[in-house]
């Protein structure tokens, strides 16, 4: 037996692995702990979903372990000795009670997903910068009033989720990011933008503090401005948008602008 599928049932504990296993899927069930040791052939392991509280020391051993979905746990910390998974594609550790991550995570091979959400984030390492193949990173619903300068450095970034934090800022460095197509920052206090990749699709700015419209990529096609504070809006709005949020804010009552976006198909919503 290669694989073992025994999620959603109702166990307390790991049941003994065959010899060569190589999936294991334990997702929603009440696990409160895992063995020491578990086989080294494993490449997939999901435990999400149970009562974890810590993970021993021999799951940083696992080097063959290609994804590892530990989220929806009471995780308080994170071992620096994760780095020494070094197959590891993807890393779910969202909604557990982390207040803070490893440098190591950066010394993951990482190319698809990391997933840091809803935790107690108050700050991510610098050493993210050396993922430079991720191409999705989720840190939404954290404490993070501030990114390193070193985000600019994770250049197969596709798509970036920042929503519901505390950030007044974004670092001028993300420019930098010329796969990026989509950037989800709603929910912060943002009261303006440093330049934005120009490859950027989709942008997702609602609820937060912006007075004005910053400087927007010409190949925007959908742009949510709810729930922030503009009075006006600029002219030069990407041309080929086609849906464009902007209600509850105190905009005029015509705008030329949007009649040009209408004629060109855009759906306006005020």
Do not use: Q
Not at 251 to 266: F, K, Q, S, W
């Amino acid at each position: 037996m290669r694989e073992l599928h025994l999620d959603g049932n109702l166990l307390t504990r790991v049941p003994r692995c065959p010899p060569y296993l190589e999936v294991l899927f334990l997702y929603g069930n009440a696990i409160t702990a895992l063995p020491e040791r578990l086989p080294g052939s494993l490449r997939h392991l999901a435990v999400g979903g149970n009562r974890l509280t810590s993970v021993p020391g021999g799951l940083w051993e696992l080097n063959r372990l290609e994804t590892l979905n530990l989220a929806e746990n009471e995780l308080t910390e994170i071992s620096p000795s994760i780095g020494g998974l070094r197959s590891l594609r993807m890393l779910d550790l969202g909604h557990n009670r982390l207040a803070s991550v490893p440098a190591a995570i950066g010394d993951l091979p990482l190319t698809d997903y990391l997933y840091l959400s809803d935790n107690g984030l108050t700050e991510v390492p610098s050493s993210l910068g050396r993922l430079d193949r991720l191409a999705y990173l989720n840190l939404t619903d954290n404490r993070l009033e501030s990114l390193p300068a070193a985000l600019g450095d994770m250049a197969g970034l596709v798509e970036l989720r920042l929503y519901n934090n505390r950030l007044e800022s974004l670092p001028a460095s993300i420019v930098r990011l010329g796969r990026l197509r989509e950037l989800h920052l709603r929910g912060n206090r943002l009261r303006d933008l440093p330049p934005l990749p120009g490859a950027l699709t989709h942008l997702d700015l609602r609820d937060n503090l912006l007075p004005e419209v910053p400087p927007l990529p010409r190949g925007l096609l959908e742009l949510d401005l709810r729930n922030n504070r503009l009075r006006d809006l600029p002219d030069d709005l990407p041309p080929g948008l086609r849906k464009l949020d902007l209600r509850w804010n105190k905009l005029p009552g015509h705008l030329p602008v949007l009649d040009r976006l209408r004629a060109a198909g855009c759906v306006v919503l005020r």
